[in-house]
């Protein structure tokens, strides 16, 4: 069986083709769950994940089966601070709706969130009316924390 792995932005892909055999393929999450059928497959974990294909041969009813460990995908690349706005920026596309929570660090109440809507890779968040200090930034998705980032406010 040859793997061919593709890394994009936002998405993990695989690509499985066995040598001269008619072959259905069953994709399953570290939970069992079914994730995908076909030669391909695309997932994007927010945390680390092992995924496993089972192969099955149709002529003969020879089956295999493969791991492959893939690392969650960070989203925060870098946050930027300016007179007028926190800057978000994700190293990916957000698939789905998701959430910019901004919260104190020193006592890690929310003092914003803000919609991060499906297709965009940055998220502004105005700073008026905010105090200096540290503040943590949090990319949430299906009530999941996907990455945070602290930065310093300096008014």
Not at 16 to 38: I, K, M, N, R
Not at 79 to 87: A, C, F, G, P
Not at 92 to 115: D, F, H, K, W
């Amino acid at each position: 069986m040859k793997q061919k792995f593709v890394l994009s932005f936002a998405t993990i892909s695989w690509l499985l083709s066995a040598s001269g055999h008619t072959t259905t393929y069953e994709w399953y999450d570290s939970d069992g769950v079914l994730v995908g059928t076909g030669r391909t497959v695309s997932v994007s974990p927010s945390t680390d994940e092992t995924y496993t294909v089972r192969v099955k041969a149709n002529s003969d009813g020879a089956v295999s089966y493969s791991e492959v460990s893939v690392p969650g995908m960070r989203r925060i690349d870098e946050v930027l601070v300016s007179e007028d706005n926190i800057n978000v920026k994700l190293n990916a596309q957000v698939q789905g709706e998701a959430q910019m929570v901004l919260s104190s660090s020193t006592n890690n109440i929310p003092v914003s969130s803000y919609a991060v809507p499906e297709g965009e890779s940055d998220c502004m968040i105005p700073v008026s009316g905010l105090s200096f200090g540290v503040y943590q930034v949090t990319l949430i998705k299906n009530n999941e924390t996907i990455d945070s980032k602290k930065t310093l406010l300096k008014i």
